[in-house]
């Protein structure tokens, strides 16, 4: 009698102990198999703009730039959808960064913002620098204060097509900015140009080849 219990209680610790093998073993494989791969570097959203480098071109003055040095005020007119480039998504026809404006530093600048664009609401702000643009823009704020247009995220609210605004804000911070719209999925398909503040009152237009 002492010898069957004996075989008993030794089966059921081999069974246990098998029982325990193998459920070690499907739990390696199952964590074997939900390990995701090596996550690989961050990559921008499909069809996100990475920002560019400012164009080293030659400052140039347009006519839609006016700079007054005795008055210490920059005025630019300012076309959202100038041109049909970039799916009219564009300032002046620029975009993706092929465009560097710069103002003094200390200047009052006004921009005089028209949507060209025949079916798309349209906005325009000064913002900070970017790596890559965000799809969306959550309560976005100027670096200048009132350098932002109306509603500049809501596509029913901001620049209508033929339709125009006014933006007044002194450029009181030297640094390199962006000037982009906030319309969701704008910026971030290359609705943006670059923005400088300059210590030395140099004060321009530089652009690059798209």
Same mark, same amino acid.
């Given at each position: 009698?002492?010898? *069957?219990?004996? =075989?008993?209680?030794?089966?059921?610790? =081999?069974?246990?102990?098998?029982?325990? *093998?193998?459920?070690?073993?499907?739990?390696?494989?199952?964590?074997?198999?939900?390990?995701?791969?090596?996550?690989?570097?961050? =990559?921008?959203?499909?069809?996100?703009?990475?920002?560019?480098? =400012?164009?080293?071109?030659?400052?140039?003055?347009?006519?839609?730039?006016?700079?007054?040095?005795?008055?210490?005020?920059?005025?630019?007119?300012?076309?959202?959808?100038?041109?049909?480039?970039?799916?009219?998504?564009?300032?002046?026809?620029?975009?993706?960064?092929?465009?560097?404006?710069?103002?003094?530093?200390?200047?009052?600048?006004?921009?005089?913002?028209?949507?060209?664009?025949?079916?798309?609401?349209?906005?325009?702000?000064?913002?900070?620098?970017?790596?890559?643009?965000?799809?969306?823009?959550?309560?976005?704020?100027?670096?200048?204060? *009132?350098?932002?247009?109306?509603?500049?995220?809501?596509?029913?609210?901001?620049?209508?097509?033929?339709?125009?605004?006014?933006?007044?804000?002194?450029?009181?911070?030297?640094?390199?900015?962006?000037?982009?719209?906030?319309?969701?999925?704008?910026?971030?398909?290359?609705?943006?140009?670059?923005?400088?503040?300059?210590?030395?009152?140099?004060?321009?237009?530089?652009?690059?080849?798209?």
């Amino acid at each position: 009698m002492k010898i *069957g219990i004996a =075989a008993l209680i030794g089966t059921a610790v =081999a069974l246990g102990a098998c029982g325990g *093998g193998n459920n070690a073993s499907n739990t390696a494989d199952t964590t074997a198999a939900a390990a995701p791969p090596a996550a690989a570097p961050a =990559a921008a959203p499909a069809g996100s703009t990475a920002a560019a480098p =400012a164009p080293q071109g030659p400052m140039s003055m347009p006519a839609w730039m006016k700079v007054d040095k005795a008055k210490k005020t920059v005025s630019l007119d300012i076309h959202a959808g100038k041109t049909p480039d970039n799916n009219h998504w564009n300032f002046n026809g620029y975009y993706k960064g092929n465009a560097t404006i710069t103002v003094p530093q200390g200047y009052k600048v006004t921009i005089k913002f028209t949507n060209d664009d025949p079916s798309l609401a349209h906005s325009i702000g000064v913002d900070s620098a970017y790596t890559t643009f965000p799809a969306t823009f959550t309560n976005p704020q100027p670096i200048f204060s *009132g350098a932002i247009s109306a509603d500049p995220t809501d596509p029913t609210k901001a620049t209508q097509p033929t339709k125009s605004g006014t933006v007044t804000f002194t450029a009181d911070k030297a640094g390199s900015y962006t000037l982009n719209c906030f319309i969701p999925g704008h910026a971030m398909s290359g609705m943006w140009i670059h923005f400088d503040v300059s210590s030395d009152g140099k004060a321009g237009v530089q652009t690059s080849a798209s």
